[in-house]
């Protein structure tokens, strides 16, 4: 770790003051792209974590992610990815493989977390180790969508693959109890069960965006957005 960053760049507290983040990026508005907050959001569920590991939603906070990792030794993120491969393959990715000066696309929020950790770098910091749990998804394109079927099966071997890692880097986990229930790390009406109990029909919610910005014809209304593709 690079400790040449400038003190008024650093978080308050001047250091890297947590030893592991467990991160999840992804945006839960668009079916697979939500893997990441629902995979973070099942490690939550599933272990307690010692004092200097936090788990967080990072959802699509952007650069506010940049005081966090300048707050860390060593980062687990959890993402869906583009891998080229068939969907629902998961893989881990460790430091070497994230090249944070490549412009070819690792996943859908590569663009902004890799800039992130770019940034970081600029600045003189670079995280100790850094391990992504990436799954290949198989649905994006459903506005308002949960994970598709598939993806969701994955989401305890995803868990499983993180805690792997944290475990090699001398993270001691400590199952949750039987029948107990933490505190979500988001909203609890974001939560994976209310948020699919919730969701709306396809007569009442467009699955495809908002429809209000869709491309029609001028003084066309449309009521069936398949109109629309």
Known sequence: MKANVHPDLLPKGGSASRDVLILGIGNILWADEGFGPRAAEAFHQRYETPAGVEVMDGGTLGGWLLDEILSTRRMLVFDCCDFKEKPGTLKVLQKSDVKIWSSTKISPHQTGFNDLLASAAIMGYELEDLAVVGIQPELLDDYGGSLSPLIRSRLD?????????????????????????????????????????????????????????????????????????
Do not use: I, M, Q
């Open 157 to 229: 071997e995803a868990v499983e693959l993180g805690a792997k890692f944290l475990e090699e880097w001398g993270v001691k986990l400590t199952p949750r109890p039987a029948g107990t229930k933490a505190a979500p790390l988001s909203f609890s009406v974001l939560e994976l069960n209310e948020y699919e109990a919730g969701r709306p029909d396809a007569k009442e919610a467009c699955r495809f965006g908002d429809e209000r910005f869709l491309v029609r014809t001028a003084g066309h209304a449309v009521e069936n957005p398949e109109e629309t593709k």
